[in-house]
């Protein structure tokens, strides 16, 4: 195993998995037609790159600022997408024990 610091590509595949996490966890309490994957864990763009970045010596990549909250966004939306379709399956799951 080594320390080898993460490829930058490693770093907005985190990014858009950080995403999708949220999205799903929104799933619950977002309204249908909302998109709130700008928000990149309530940071700024460039405090999401930090956040990426770690402990790495030195300036995350100009680029990672750039491009993580778009990779965040598309996990986000895939995300909320995919939660949805959970949250109305649990529903339609709860509805026919109701009236079963």
């Given at each position: 195993m080594t320390d080898a610091a993460p490829t930058y590509?490693?770093?907005?595949?985190?990014?858009?998995?950080?995403?999708r996490l949220d999205g799903r966890f929104a799933a619950a309490f977002?309204?249908?037609?909302?998109?709130?994957?700008?928000?990149?864990?309530?940071?700024?763009?460039?405090?999401?790159?930090?956040?990426l970045w770690g402990a790495q010596p030195g300036e995350p990549p100009t680029g990672l600022e750039l491009n993580a909250p778009l990779w965040y966004a598309g996990g986000f939306a895939e995300g909320l997408a995919a939660g949805r379709v959970e949250v109305g399956r649990i529903d339609r799951a709860r509805t026919r024990r109701v009236f079963s």
């Open positions: 590509r490693q770093l907005l595949a985190e990014a858009q998995e950080l995403g977002e309204p249908a037609g909302s998109d709130t994957g700008d928000r990149c864990l309530g940071r700024s763009p460039a405090d999401f790159a930090r956040l």
